[in-house]
């Protein structure tokens, strides 16, 4: 796995809570999804679905 660019974490907003992190998913109306950054243990979101499993949409 590939660690996350220092220069991304950096410029990217921070959420302490993945729940925080999801809520302001849902909120954006883009299709995002939060990780744990490996730089600095926080939440980030990413659009990134490359080698990931992304979960069905509910019906």
Known sequence: ???TKLSFCRRKVQ???ENE?????QASGLVLRP???DRCG???LTSRTKGKR???PVA
């Open 1 to 3: 796995m590939a660690r």
């Open 15 to 17: 959420f302490s809570t």
């Open 21 to 25: 992190a999801l809520l302001r998913a």
């Open 35 to 37: 990780y744990r950054c």
């Open 42 to 44: 926080a939440f980030h």
């Open 54 to 56: 992304v979960p069905r």
